[in-house]
Structures are given as C-alpha cells and as structure tokens.
T-cell receptor, first 114, second 112 residues
Framework: AAGVIQSPRHLIKEKRETATLKCYPIPRHDTVYWYQQGPGQDPQFLISFYEKMQSDKGSIPDRFSAQQFSDYHSELNMSSLELGDSALYFC?????????????FGPGTRLTVL | GESVGLHLPTLSVQEGDNSIINCAYSNSASDYFIWYKQESGKGPQFIIDIRSNMDKRQGQRVTVLLNKTVKHLSLQIAATQPGDSAVYFCAENGEAGTALIFGKGTTLSVSS
C-alpha cells in the first residue's frame, strides 16, 4: 500500500538559511500534519491542514510556515534556521471523516543545522 | 512476561515472553488512542488503536487495554520477538483532524 512520502530524507543547512520540506500524503487522504521530534523526545505537533485550510496549530515557531496545495501535498518552510531546529520532521496524513482518522506517518526528514 | 504498573522509559524482555507497556494519558476528553512503534531513524508506525467507548481491542499478537477511570492505556505484546525491539509511544486525540498528543516513549529491548 502507498505510504506517506517525504522529501528530502536528509538536509544539512547553515544557521540563518532557509529550508523547505515536502510531504505527499497517502492517496485520498485529505489531512496532513507536521511533527518535530528532537533526539530522545516524543513527536511534538507543529501544524495541520484539512482541505488546504489550516485545521490546528501547535508549537510552530513564527519563523516556520506551511501550506497544503490543491493536490493535497504540503510544504513546511523554515527560515532563519537555528541550531535548535535540528531534528526529525515527520509528516502524517489521515482521511478525516472516514472509518478511522488514524494518522499514518512518513519516514521523516532529518534536518541538521550547522 | 514482565509488566509494569507505571510508565518506565525502558523495558527488557527475553524472546518469547509477553510484554506489557503502560501509558498514562492526559485528557479525560480524549476520544481516540493509538499505539505507535518507532524504530531508530524511522517514522512512527501504527500498531493498534482504540476508541473511548471500548476497553479492550485485540490485533495480531497485540492487545490494547483502556481504563478511562484512571486514564491508563496499556499495550500487551504476546510472544515478543527481537523484531519488536523499538520505542513504543501511546498517543491520544480529541478530535479528528487535530493534533496527536504523544506520551513518553518506552524503549523495548528483546534479547534472544
């Protein structure tokens, strides 16, 4: 079965640079979520989109923004990167209103800020 | 098998034992609970879920128990195998399309 696709899988940036992470949800899923996971930590919710509209917002810094496009893929844009932004970034997708609203996670993007 | 009443960050078992991983959730209004397995460097993988109108659900080698009175969730893994070694997270969700709140993970180590 098709899973959530994330790109790139690894990204190395310098401080103050920008980064864009992409997420392609499972086909027919209409909701995408972004989570950040630091080393040894549990995933922390950043933001989610349902039908291209922001549906929930968590601890996302003002330096980050995200959007969901007409084909349901989503991009997380990160500016003025800081060392503390180094983490695994996961995208998850679900079908809101379906039999289950289980969130299925992608393989993640490992961001390293030097 | 080995069981823990409270959340512990690590759990070590022998292959073939039954494992029980516990989790305390935070929001009494949460309606949906999920267990995820996360291997090193990979994304959380769905294992099993349960809704608040149930107290037990069984899957293949796994059982989830929900005690709403004390806001406690547990995952039982039967005949634990080395491939079960990973970090296990419980997560709760109050409303479809909204954030999952993850509990602290438990690292399960299975030795042969």
């Amino acid at each position: 079965a098709a899973g959530v696709i994330q790109s790139p899988r690894h990204l190395i940036k310098e401080k103050r640079e920008t980064a864009t992470l992409k997420c392609y949800p499972i086909p027919r899923h209409d909701t995408v979520y972004w989570y950040q996971q630091g080393p040894g930590q549990d995933p922390q919710f950043l933001i989610s989109f349902y039908e291209k509209m922001q549906s929930d917002k968590g601890s996302i810094p003002d330096r980050f923004s995200a959007q969901q496009f007409s084909d349901y893929h989503s991009e997380l844009n990160m500016s003025s990167l800081e060392l503390g932004d180094s983490a695994l970034y996961f995208c998850a997708s679900s079908l809101t209103g379906g039999d289950t609203d289980t969130q299925y996670f992608g393989p993640g993007t490992r961001l390293t800020v030097l | 098998g080995e069981s823990v009443g409270l959340h512990l960050p690590t759990l070590s078992v022998q292959e073939g034992d039954n494992s029980i991983i516990n989790c305390a959730y935070s929001n009494s209004a949460s309606d949906y609970f999920i267990w995820y397995k996360q291997e090193s460097g990979k994304g959380p993988q769905f294992i099993i879920d349960i809704r608040s109108n149930m107290d037990k659900r069984q899957g293949q080698r796994v059982t989830v128990l929900l005690n709403k009175t004390v806001k406690h969730l547990s995952l039982q893994i039967a005949a634990t195998q080395p491939g079960d070694s990973a970090v296990y997270f419980c997560a709760e969700n109050g409303e479809a399309g909204t954030a999952l709140i993850f509990g602290k993970g438990t690292t399960l180590s299975v030795s042969s």
